[in-house]
Every structure is written in C-alpha cells, then in structure tokens.
C-alpha cells in the first residue's frame, strides 16, 4: 500500500520555525520527485517546493526563497520541509506529493498524496 504520512506542523508566532517531514512507503521512493504543496481555506492548492528523485536540484516558489529548505533521505525514505521565519500568510494545510519524474511536476500529474499537516502561524 501506497503511503506518504506528513508531521511536524503546529502552530507558532510569526518569525518562528517548523520542520515538516513526508515519511513515504509502498512505492520505489528514489523513483520519485517529491513535492510540498500548500492549500490555505478558501484558495486554490499551490506548490511550495520540490525536489528531484535524486536529491540533487530543489525548487522554491518565490515566496518561500531564502526561507524554506527540502531535502530528503532516500533511506529513511522521508523528505523534509525546513521552514524559518514563518509569516502569517504561510499558514495552511501543508501536502507532500510523489511524481514519477526526475523532477517536478505540475499539480495533476502527481500521483500519490499525503493527508497534509497543518502549519499556522500567528501574528
């Protein structure tokens, strides 16, 4: 059985931390790019960063560059989303998505999701 089980979401202050984590299992996990994605009530599911099946190449959004760090442990296997000086305007439900690319993806082609940690953060 297929599964990707996202944790570490919580809530806290503005300019504060969360470490999100994506533990995958049932699939060839070094097969897959892996993809953060977030939906906030009321907007359309956006995508926060990926990473290539091999570790190698990140992707950030621009309003998460310089902010958030993906990286992954094609052991474990679990990606990770670092995620520092949170604004208000991070919060949402944050999903992890596998992709059967080397690389990321648009949103459709995903295959396989998570049921999302969700990340608030306070003013």
């Known amino acids: 059985e297929v599964q990707l089980v996202e944790s570490g979401g919580g809530s806290v202050p503005a300019g504060g931390s969360l470490r999100l984590s994506c533990a995958a299992s049932?699939?060839?996990?070094?097969?897959?790019?892996i993809g953060w994605f977030r939906q906030a009530p009321g907007k359309e599911r956006e995508g926060v960063s990926c990473?290539?099946?091999?570790?190698?190449?990140?992707y950030y959004a621009d309003s998460v560059k310089g902010r958030f760090t993906i990286s992954r442990d094609n052991d474990s296997p679990t990606v990770y989303l670092q995620m520092n000086s949170l604004k208000p305007g991070d919060t949402a439900l944050y999903l992890c998505?596998?992709?059967?690319?080397?690389?990321?993806?648009?949103?459709?082609?995903?295959?396989?999701w998570g049921q999302g940690t969700q990340g608030t953060v306070s003013s």
């Open positions: 998505a596998a992709v059967r690319h080397y690389y990321c993806s648009p949103i459709p082609v995903y295959e396989y």
């Open positions: 049932g699939f060839t996990f070094d097969d897959y790019a």
């Open positions: 990473i290539s099946s091999d570790g190698r190449t990140p």
